[in-house]
């Protein structure tokens, strides 16, 4: 770290360069971080760190709003990110294509888990053959998210046997992306709503404080595909669309979504966790619409996901435990690889609108989160 002023004070970290910086912008606005002293001292540490950042680059940096993408998902509307974030696409991707199918006998079926994987694999070939900043690439965004081109990719699943990836999709390679990230879901008596994501990348992104500024810095070049075949932090595999370049933004999987029923908040969600957070959004949708769980059951259905490259299904430990011997078998019947990881995916703090009210769910898997109203 650098010599940024930190010290313990009866029990509490003191951060005062930080809260000097956090002050400037309340007084002044953005332009106090994006140019003048702050923006010239974030600068010169990433050049003295081997970086080019100039306080140039950060002074030409305008915030874009953008048009949420839009689905449907059996009598749901559906509002997540728009690129370039992949998650809002391949999210409602994901829904068209399961909605084809009557998703029986529980969330951990072996049928359910087999038809989950098999969309998951074919949206995430997607992601890494059309997925960049649309400023510089087409992303042919209407089509990956309609109603036919779900079917058609439907049509390609075997109900009884698993696709192996490389048969999906030839001639591209994937792309990985961090966890280290934060997501938090507000609703307000008024039915004003907010599902907000942000992140750092990896662990403390660049682990990198900008002298007397108290920022740290993040690590986000690694979601560009820096070299074709070249996996990022996470396993992700990238291609041209989304190769690195001057004033382009990297992809990423962040997908905060509302579901609205009738025009009115229904569900607020979304989580952390770099390439699964796109799958575990899905899981807990599915959760609660597909099997009518409550948003607390929802969010603690153990997790799975396939990101198409490498060609494993890979899940939370809690999936093994939580299934009878009888169902894993027949879940490998159908040819799929299994990786299971000892820690948690995701943390999927959610929001529910019943008629009974309003519920928040804080998930267990994270520290520091909980669910609050008034």
Same mark, same amino acid.
């Given at each position: 770290?650098?010599?940024? @002023?930190?010290?313990?004070?009866?029990?509490?970290?003191? =951060? $005062?360069?930080?809260?000097?910086?956090?002050?400037?912008?309340?007084?002044?606005?953005?332009d106090? !971080?994006?140019?003048?002293?702050?923006?010239?001292?974030?600068? $010169?540490?990433?050049?003295?760190?081997?970086?080019?950042?100039?306080?140039?680059?950060?002074?030409?940096?305008?915030?874009?709003?953008?048009?949420?993408?839009?689905?449907?998902?059996?009598?749901?509307d559906?509002?997540?990110?728009?690129? &370039?974030?992949?998650?809002?696409?391949?999210?409602?991707?994901?829904?068209?294509?399961?909605?084809?199918?009557? /998703?029986?006998?529980g969330?951990?079926?072996?049928?359910?888990? +087999?038809?989950?994987?098999? %969309?998951?694999?074919?949206?995430?070939?997607? $992601?890494?053959? !059309?997925?960049?900043?649309?400023?510089?690439?087409?992303?042919?965004?209407?089509?990956?998210?309609?109603?036919?081109?779900?079917?058609?990719?439907?049509?390609?699943?075997?109900?009884?046997?698993?696709?192996?990836?490389?048969?999906?999709?030839?001639?591209?390679t994937?792309k990985?992306?961090?966890?280290?990230?934060t997501?938090?879901?507000?609703?307000?008596? +008024?039915?004003? %709503?907010?599902?907000?994501?942000?992140?750092?990348?990896?662990?403390?992104?660049?682990?990198?404080?900008? @002298?007397?500024? #108290?920022?740290?810095?993040?690590?986000?070049?690694?979601? *560009?595909?820096?070299?074709?075949?070249?996996?990022?932090?996470?396993?992700?595999?990238?291609?041209?669309?989304?190769?690195?370049?001057? #004033?382009?933004?990297?992809?990423?999987?962040?997908?905060?979504?509302? /579901?609205?029923?009738d025009?009115?908040?229904?569900m607020?969600?979304?989580? &952390?966790?770099?390439?699964?957070?796109?799958t575990?959004?899905?899981?807990?949708?599915?959760?609660?619409?597909d099997?009518?769980?409550?948003?607390? =059951?929802?969010?603690?259905?153990?997790r799975?996901h396939?990101?198409?490259?490498?060609?494993?299904?890979?899940?939370?430990? %809690?999936?093994? =435990?939580?299934?009878? &011997?009888? =169902?894993?078998?027949? *879940?490998?019947?159908?040819?799929?690889?299994?990786?299971?990881?000892? !820690?948690?995916?995701?943390a %999927?703090?959610?929001?529910?609108?019943?008629?009974?009210?309003?519920?928040?769910?804080?998930d &267990?898997?994270?520290? #520091?989160?909980?669910?609050?109203? +008034?």
């Amino acid at each position: 770290m650098q010599k940024t @002023e930190r010290f313990l004070q009866s029990g509490l970290l003191v =951060q $005062r360069d930080l809260g000097d910086t956090l002050e400037a912008i309340a007084k002044s606005g953005a332009d106090a !971080f994006y140019k003048g002293e702050i923006a010239e001292k974030i600068a $010169r540490a990433v050049r003295e760190a081997g970086g080019v950042m100039t306080a140039d680059d950060l002074g030409k940096y305008k915030t874009e709003v953008l048009e949420v993408v839009r689905g449907s998902y059996r009598g749901y509307d559906v509002l997540s990110m728009p690129p &370039p974030s992949s998650g809002g696409a391949l999210l409602i991707q994901l829904l068209n294509i399961l909605e084809g199918y009557e /998703l029986e006998g529980g969330p951990n079926a072996p049928q359910t888990l +087999h038809l989950m994987v098999e %969309a998951m694999k074919r949206s995430y070939a997607d $992601r890494a053959e !059309f997925f960049g900043d649309p400023a510089f690439v087409k992303v042919p965004l209407d089509r990956l998210i309609s109603k036919d081109y779900a079917a058609r990719l439907r049509a390609t699943i075997n109900r009884s046997q698993a696709t192996p990836s490389s048969r999906i999709k030839a001639g591209i390679t994937p792309k990985k992306e961090s966890e280290n990230t934060t997501h938090y879901s507000v609703i307000d008596r +008024h039915g004003n %709503a907010v599902a907000a994501t942000v992140t750092l990348n990896l662990n403390f992104g660049l682990g990198l404080v900008a @002298e007397g500024t #108290g920022v740290l810095l993040n690590n986000e070049l690694d979601d *560009f595909a820096l070299a074709p075949g070249v996996p990022n932090a996470f396993g992700l595999i990238g291609g041209a669309a989304n190769a690195p370049g001057p #004033g382009k933004k990297p992809l990423s999987s962040m997908s905060p979504t509302i /579901l609205l029923k009738d025009g009115k908040v229904f569900m607020v969600t979304g989580t &952390p966790g770099g390439s699964t957070i796109i799958t575990t959004v899905l899981r807990v949708i599915s959760g609660v619409i597909d099997h009518k769980l409550g948003v607390a =059951q929802a969010v603690l259905l153990p997790r799975i996901h396939h990101q198409w490259m490498p060609d494993e299904v890979r899940g939370e430990r %809690a999936l093994e =435990q939580s299934m009878p &011997p009888a =169902q894993w078998i027949a *879940f490998e019947t159908y040819g799929h690889k299994v990786n299971f990881f000892n !820690f948690t995916i995701g943390a %999927a703090n959610s929001i529910l609108v019943t008629p009974e009210g309003i519920t928040g769910v804080s998930d &267990p898997r994270y520290l #520091g989160t909980l669910a609050a109203g +008034h």
